[in-house]
């Protein structure tokens, strides 16, 4: 199968030329790197870095959530990170930095492909049960201006035999023939950008981005098994999504860990 490279020069340029993408300081394309999110979290030392993309077209030491490898053939996925400081931010409310990620992602996968991508908390981006992507969240700097590394994995072009689990996904096998990635960067770009935005406006507050979170999370309303970090398991009913981004499950508040669906009705 060919796998055509992503086109590097619309996506440097789309900062200055696409209205939407003037958020952006810069779109920087890879050919191959260990980890963009390990890459952007070592440039936020300088204080100028900001608002900072980063593709690779390959990346032999992804990282995952959980301390897991994220892995893929090179031009199969859309690898990319960026880097974002959060001005003025309750640090207990950036929990919805990754949660607004993968808002953005349902919505991009929606638009540019017609897949119907939906939410399992806290962001992991599903289709009929199966992972299409994986976003990982990472602290640069800590303080009142949090600088934040924001890393998405998304599967585009892998084949059955190439899922590095059988419960992953891509495009492809969604049923996509051709998925342009680099159609698929920028509307992924577009629609963080606009959220972001909207986000800073409302002085951080939660209420818009919580609904349309809320409306694209199969988890909410579904019965819930919890492993917490400690070897806790909690089972019940998600009831939503609390102030800080933590899983409401009955009367507790699930901040990390592991969550799974205990009827798989995505
Ligand atoms: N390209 C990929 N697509 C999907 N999963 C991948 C990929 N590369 C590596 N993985 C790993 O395969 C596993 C698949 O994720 P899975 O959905 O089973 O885990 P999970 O426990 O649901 O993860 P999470 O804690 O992020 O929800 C993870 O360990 C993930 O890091
Ligand atoms: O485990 C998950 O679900 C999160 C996977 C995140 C993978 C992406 S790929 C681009 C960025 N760079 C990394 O090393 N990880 C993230």
């Given at each position: 199968?060919e796998?055509?490279?992503?086109?590097a020069?619309?996506?440097?340029?789309?900062?200055?030329?696409?209205a939407?993408?003037r958020?952006?300081?810069?779109?920087?394309?890879?050919?191959s790197?260990?980890?963009?999110?390990?890459?952007?979290?070592?440039?936020?030392?300088?204080p100028a870095?900001?608002?900072?993309?980063?593709?690779?077209?390959?990346?032999d030491?992804?990282?995952?959530?959980?301390d897991?490898?994220?892995?893929?053939?090179?031009?199969?996925?859309?690898?990319l990170?960026?880097?974002?400081?959060?001005?003025?931010?309750?640090?207990?409310?950036?929990?919805w930095?990754?949660?607004?990620?993968?808002?953005?992602?349902?919505?991009?996968?929606?638009?540019?492909?017609?897949?119907?991508?939906?939410?399992?908390?806290p962001n992991?981006?599903?289709?009929?049960?199966?992972?299409?992507?994986?976003?990982?969240?990472?602290?640069?700097?800590?303080?009142?201006?949090p600088?934040?590394?924001?890393?998405?994995?998304?599967n585009?072009?892998l084949?059955?035999?190439?899922?590095p689990?059988?419960?992953a996904?891509?495009?492809?096998?969604?049923?996509?023939?051709?998925?342009?990635?680099?159609?698929?960067?920028?509307?992924?770009?577009?629609?963080?950008?606009?959220?972001?935005?909207?986000?800073?406006?409302?002085?951080?507050?939660v209420?818009?981005?919580?609904?349309?979170?809320?409306e694209r999370?199969?988890?909410?309303?579904s019965?819930v098994?919890?492993?917490?970090p400690?070897?806790?398991?909690?089972?019940?009913?998600?009831?939503?999504?609390?102030?800080?981004?933590?899983?409401?499950?009955?009367?507790?508040?699930?901040?990390?860990g592991?969550?799974?669906?205990?009827?798989?009705e995505?």
């Amino acid at each position: 199968m060919e796998r055509l490279p992503l086109d590097a020069d619309v996506l440097a340029r789309s900062v200055n030329d696409d209205a939407g993408l003037r958020f952006f300081s810069a779109v920087e394309v890879v050919e191959s790197t260990g980890s963009t999110n390990a890459d952007l979290v070592a440039r936020a030392a300088d204080p100028a870095a900001d608002r900072l993309v980063l593709i690779a077209e390959s990346q032999d030491r992804g990282r995952g959530r959980h301390d897991r490898r994220w892995v893929g053939p090179p031009r199969a996925q859309i690898a990319l990170s960026l880097l974002v400081r959060v001005r003025g931010i309750d640090p207990a409310v950036l929990g919805w930095l990754p949660l607004l990620t993968g808002v953005a992602v349902v919505d991009a996968v929606r638009a540019a492909t017609g897949v119907k991508a939906i939410l399992k908390w806290p962001n992991d981006v599903l289709v009929e049960g199966r992972k299409l992507a994986g976003i990982l969240a990472e602290i640069a700097a800590t303080g009142s201006d949090p600088a934040v590394v924001v890393g998405v994995g998304l599967n585009v072009s892998l084949t059955e035999p190439e899922l590095p689990v059988p419960h992953a996904t891509s495009l492809l096998l969604c049923g996509v023939e051709e998925p342009d990635r680099t159609a698929l960067v920028l509307a992924m770009l577009r629609e963080f950008a606009r959220r972001f935005t909207a986000w800073e406006a409302a002085g951080w507050d939660v209420a818009e981005l919580a609904a349309a979170y809320r409306e694209r999370c199969s988890t909410i309303g579904s019965e819930v098994r919890a492993e917490l970090p400690g070897g806790e398991v909690i089972t019940g009913t998600a009831t939503g999504v609390d102030a800080n981004g933590r899983l409401l499950i009955g009367a507790r508040a699930v901040s990390a860990g592991d969550v799974t669906h205990l009827r798989a009705e995505y």
